[in-house]
């Protein structure tokens, strides 16, 4: 980490605060700042800084550039220009100044920080050319030097482009800690020799390199052992030699012959080898797996109303849906039309991931809960899912997928929106009851002793004196006491518009079990309680003054509530939201956005929502330990959140490795499995 002091000389305030932030961050000291020319000058003078960061526009008659002249001639402190202007007039004005750099506004963090890496090293960068220059100008290969336990002594810039790391920050560590090797047909690690005096070179070609950030490389690998010094512990020259670029064609090749181009998703040649593959291994092991088949109910319509793009487009949000729900080892595939297949290896009940079953429940419901929109037109669509326990019963992967169409035909011709399995004696059965049936069992449960409250705890990351907070969460209690979750009746409450109603349940039942807790001296009493409030509640015009009526009654301090909308439902009602949270905030109730980059994932709406949290929707986070794209979708969210002044919330913190990976982003609070599974609220009552 850098220790360099640098002075900031930037007109706008905002900005100049940011880039103090953006440079603290990465290590740097900021020794002071200046808005214009005659303070800029006194304050280098007094502070003597080792690099300036310059606005070339600064009010007044004299601009940047002049005040960056009279430092590099008076003071010899090297500048580097921050500006939005390109002309060639300014450029050629700026040499006068001999600058280290030119960073164009706006810029991202990273350009910044190499821009001062490259300003700060340069001295460093000229010692290691004197050293190695026999090597670095021999080969265009990227080489590093390690001691013989791979400890880093030195990258050059080729190895520091591979690695995504640079020389000071590798030195030191192991090479292990820094990349991965795996043989490019097999998948077998392959391990790094430690070679022992006298050993000759070792070769490898077909390696796959995978640095810390994920992204792989194909290489051709050379190991050399140089003992030239013996005074010295012996060096290790690691080469490289990238020939991806080999692999381009040929990789492509197999993926198009493997995967759905609309997709991305397996196509039915593939499937058909994987999972004939599962077959055969689970008749020698006790793992488990099943088979989820799912169908979108009504694709025709949208097809041949709206027109192919319509459908293809159809197909490939519910393609999302379906691969969002993958975990290590599962894979999926589009079988034809609108039909998709999931094999879904089934883990034990501990490392708390959901079952196949649950897996196309939230399937099917996250279909019916999104209209599919096109031209400003929404249109109501529903999927179907079979789920078929693979086992030796099935020889192959045809009679499996036989078993599922079968299974999926009886799904649909029962009215669609529903999830079928098979029994032990291979018979279709539905785990869900009828639409009338859930309309009697949820007014049962709202008049009656029916629904049971849980709560979730959202666990503080980056401030251990933050008040915790649990999301309280909403359960029915079936006939024969198993607890029932709400993906089984919620939406069926949407849809029959009762979730009003239930809002209004939840509302006082959570603000009673908050006053009896805190009668007991009960540590939830000191956690905000997170309720969840419906689309259908925010068009409510009496749910403002029911709300109130309940804190009043239950003598809740409005401070101790926090009040959950999903972003879809905030923004398709974003005057009525909008009103709503400014007059609860009023009141000292907090505000969370849940779900954010679900649906419309737009920063802009946020100035009309005035929430003091956000949800970072589950989709990035359940595969951000693997996935680089979500990982930076998360780090994007979460510093634009930090420069809005709002908290963040990762939803669906699964493991350890994902919170901790939240926790170095800077994301304000976890929920999730990682942390707990919902609890009964009051087991006793």
Not at 37 to 59: Q, Y
Not at 181 to 199: N, Q, W, Y
Not at 227 to 241: G, L, Y
Not at 437 to 445: H, P, S, T, V, Y
Request: glycine share 6%.
């Amino acid at each position: 980490m850098a220790n360099e002091r640098i002075y900031i000389v930037e007109d706008e305030r905002i900005i100049a605060i940011d880039l103090q932030r953006r440079l603290e961050r990465l290590g740097y000291v900021v020794c002071g700042s200046a808005s214009d020319a005659e303070e800029a000058l006194a304050g280098i003078r007094s502070t003597k800084p080792d690099l300036i960061l310059m606005d070339i526009v600064l009010p007044g008659a004299v601009d940047g550039i002049d005040v960056a002249v009279q430092v590099r001639r008076e003071l010899n402190v090297p500048v580097i220009f921050l500006s939005a202007y390109t002309d060639a007039r300014t450029l050629e004005r700026a040499k006068a100044a001999n600058p280290l750099g030119y960073i164009l506004k706006p810029f991202k963090e990273r350009e910044l920080e190499m821009a001062l890496f490259k300003s700060i090293a340069d001295e460093r960068i000229r010692e290691k050319e004197q050293l190695f220059a026999a090597i670095l100008n021999s080969t265009t290969d990227a080489i590093l030097v390690t001691g013989l336990d791979t400890e880093i002594r030195f990258l050059n810039p080729e190895a520091e482009q591979i690695l995504e790391i640079s020389d000071a920050e590798a030195r030191d560590q192991r090479l292990t800690d820094l990349a991965t090797f795996s043989d490019m047909e097999s998948g077998e690690p392959v391990v790094i020799p430690r070679l022992a005096d006298g050993m000759q070179p070792v070769k490898a070609r077909g390696v796959r390199l995978t640095n810390r950030k994920q992204n792989s490389f194909v290489v051709e690998m050379s190991i050399t052992r140089e003992d030239s010094d013996p005074r010295k512990q012996p060096n290790v020259i690691v080469s490289f030699k990238d020939i991806t670029a080999l692999h381009a064609v040929t990789d492509s090749l197999k993926f198009q012959t493997s995967h759905d181009t609309l997709t991305g998703l397996l196509n039915r040649n593939e499937l058909a080898l994987r999972l004939n593959a599962t077959l055969a291994s689970l008749a020698n092991r006790e793992a488990k797996a099943s088979l989820i088949y799912v169908d979108i109910d009504h694709f025709k319509v949208v097809n041949d109303s709206c027109g192919t793009q319509a459908g293809d487009l159809l197909i490939k949000e519910t393609a999302v849906r379906v691969r969002s729900r993958m975990a290590g080892g599962d894979y999926a595939a589009r079988v034809g039309g609108d039909d998709f297949a999931f094999v879904r290896h089934e883990r034990p009940a501990r490392d708390g991931l959901p079952t196949a079953i649950e897996i196309a429940k939230e399937i099917v419901d996250a279909v019916a809960a999104s209209p599919f929109s096109w031209n400003g037109k929404n249109y109501r669509v529903t999927a179907s899912a079979a789920v078929i326990p693979l086992d030796a019963g099935f020889r192959n992967e045809h009679e499996a997928m036989i078993a599922a169409a079968e299974t999926l035909a009886a799904a649909r011709d029962s009215g669609g929106n529903r999830v079928f399995g098979l029994d032990g004696d291979g018979r279709a059965t539905n785990p869900r009851a009828s639409v009338s049936e859930w309309l009697g069992r949820i007014q049962d449960a709202l008049s009656g002793d029916g629904f049971r409250l849980y709560y979730q705890p959202i666990r503080p990351l980056t401030d251990e004196l933050a008040r915790p907070k649990v999301e309280i969460l909403l359960r029915m209690a079936g006939p024969d006491g198993t607890i029932i979750p709400p993906s089984e009746f919620i939406p069926i409450a949407e849809r029959y518009n009762i979730m009003p109603t239930v809002d209004r349940w939840v509302i006082r039942n959570a603000f009673a079990a908050f006053s009896r807790l805190r009668e007991k001296g009960d540590p939830l009493s000191n956690a905000i309680f997170c309720v969840n409030l419906s689309g259908a509640s925010l068009l409510d015009g009496g749910i403002i003054g029911y709300i109130i009526d309940a804190l009043d009654g239950y003598a809740i301090p409005p401070g101790s509530v926090c009040l959950e909308v999903t972003e879809t439902n905030a923004i398709l009602n974003l005057e009525e939201a909008s009103r709503f949270i400014r007059i609860l905030r009023e009141r000292g109730c907090t505000f969370a956005l849940d779900d954010f980059g679900s649906g419309f994932s737009s920063f802009s709406y946020l100035k009309n929502l005035p929430v003091d949290y956000l949800k970072i929707d589950g989709c990035f986070i359940r595969n951000m330990d693997r996935d680089p794209v979500d990982y930076t979708m998360v780090q994007a969210i979460a510093s634009m959140c930090r420069v809005l002044g709002l908290k963040t919330i990762g939803e669906f913190a699964e493991n350890a490795d994902i919170i901790e990976k939240l926790r170095d982003i800077g994301v304000d609070y976890a929920q999730g499995y990682g942390i707990s599974k919902p609890l009964p609220l009051e087991p006793d009552v």
